[in-house]
């Protein structure tokens, strides 16, 4: 508990990282008030489940420019408007689905919804790398930022079914734009904490995008295994608790799944682990297909609490393994990106769970969905198997130059000046009044890696006294 409050010591964090939870309040139960919406007013799982697949892809159709436009101007500049535009459409759905209007319709407003809420997560966690140069450190504010994650995940999906079910069908998306509208305007209003803004890109590295890595593609594959898993998930635990006759409590169901995760997050966040981040990567989705497969064969609500409980331990851990390999490979003038994209992913994965887990549902029954959510999960785990020599190599790749760079950054920024550097065939050295010396080959042992392709003897640019050739 103590790494956990030494990062809220740091001036700034404690203030964003609360009102990024306020902000992303919502997406633990958007999909969620949405079903229930739907299919109180259309009386119709696949309505719903299609309707809600089309905010997800507004949202991932849409989430990497948006981050990208962050990125250049500024969190608070892109994302106060954004946030009015999303809020408005929420309230046009609402208004729709209770006049019972075309599915059609209805799909319109949630995607353009969805496009323009922004990913909250992965700019609370770029606020978070913005502010720490520890990666140990790092990943302990990733692990709490996803133990918030759950806390939202316990308490959104039981209050979302309760003012859904015993107030009015609306209710629940209602919600959903008080927490949208009032969370991001605060957490948007902390300017101080926020990236500095890299300005319109020409041409340099900054208009290439994160994902030219073939290891995000690899990540983001199973994210979108994750993403189905969830959003199949969602949907069969409503059918499943409306058929044992308590619909009010799926909401409590998915939140004993939360609740799990929660206790992970903070044990998994509070210690350090020896094994490397892939393999605790590759691990947790085996352990979290496994645990998935199991839910196919409960047949009361307190048998699939337990056993949802006691799946939920691994998820919040493989989701911050997963965010840490990101943060880990991509630029970080890049990352909101980064992450945004990993987000897109799994939101199409949540996408294809809810429209297919719906029709499962309506043909099948609640087994059908949690089929899917299995199916789902092994997916993803084979995905992060076959995948993991190319996440491996991608970090440790991303871990030298990282290193590389802040050995040459300390040895070579502390004594800036415009006089000429000379080398010989021994030492690199500038000239003036600097006391260290450090050949290529010390240079290598100190920064502890040697880059492939990459030239370590490489030293400002200037007059150069070429080393006299001694055959």
Do not use: C
């Amino acid at each position: 508990m103590k790494s956990y409050l030494d990062l809220y010591r740091i001036p700034g964090t404690f203030m964003f990282s609360l009102a990024g939870f306020v902000a992303r309040f919502p997406m633990s139960f958007v999909g969620l008030a949405t079903v229930l919406l739907l299919t109180q007013t259309h009386e119709s799982y696949t309505a719903a489940g299609l309707v809600n697949a089309a905010a997800i892809i507004g949202f991932a159709s849409f989430a990497p420019f948006l981050a990208r436009l962050v990125e250049q101007f500024g969190q608070s500049t892109i994302m106060r408007p954004s946030i009015v535009i999303s809020v408005l459409s929420n309230l046009a759905l609402i208004y729709f689905a209770l006049h019972v209007a075309p599915v059609w319709l209805l799909a319109i407003f949630a995607a353009v919804g969805g496009a323009a809420s922004g990913s909250i997560g992965a700019m609370v966690r770029s606020r978070w790398s913005h502010t720490l140069h520890d990666p140990e450190q790092l990943q302990t504010a990733f692990a709490l930022e996803s133990a918030l994650d759950e806390v939202v995940f316990i308490f959104g999906p039981i209050i979302a079914t309760t003012v859904s079910v015993h107030l009015f069908p609306a209710a629940g998306l209602l919600l959903v734009t008080i927490f949208s509208l009032f969370g991001g305007m605060w957490f948007f209003s902390l300017k101080s904490t926020q990236p500095k803004p890299t300005g319109r890109s020409k041409g340099g590295s900054n208009g290439t995008s994160p994902m030219r890595a073939p290891a995000l593609w690899a990540i983001g594959a199973a994210f979108i295994g994750s993403g189905t898993l969830f959003g199949a998930l969602d949907v069969a635990i409503v059918e499943f608790t409306r058929l044992l006759g308590h619909p009010g409590s799926a909401g409590l169901q998915l939140g004993i799944m939360a609740a799990g995760s929660l206790l992970g997050a903070l044990v998994y966040g509070a210690r350090k682990w020896s094994w490397p981040l892939w393999k605790l990567y590759v691990t947790g989705m085996a352990l979290l297909s496994l645990g998935t497969t199991m839910f196919i064969f409960a047949s009361t609500q307190v048998v699939m609490g337990i056993l949802m409980f006691i799946t939920g331990i691994v998820v919040a851990p493989t989701i911050t393994n997963a965010y840490s390999l990101v943060e880990r490979i991509v630029p970080k003038t890049r990352l909101t990106e980064g992450l945004t994209w990993m987000n897109t992913f799994m939101n199409l994965g949540v996408a294809l769970g809810t429209s297919l887990g719906g029709m499962l549902i309506d043909r099948y029954g609640y087994r059908g969905g949690l089929a899917l959510a299995a199916l789902a999960s092994w997916a993803m785990f084979w995905v992060a198997l076959s995948t993991s020599s190319l996440i491996r190599n991608a970090v440790n790749k991303g871990a030298a130059k990282a290193t590389l760079r802040g050995t040459l950054k300390a040895r070579l920024g502390r004594r800036r000046n415009k006089s000429s550097w000379t080398t010989d065939q021994q030492h690199v050295t500038p000239s003036g009044d600097v006391k260290w010396a450090l050949t290529p080959s010390e240079l290598e042992e100190e920064a502890g890696v040697v880059i492939p392709g990459e030239d370590v003897r490489r030293v400002p640019t200037g007059r150069m006294e070429q080393p006299e050739n001694n055959g």
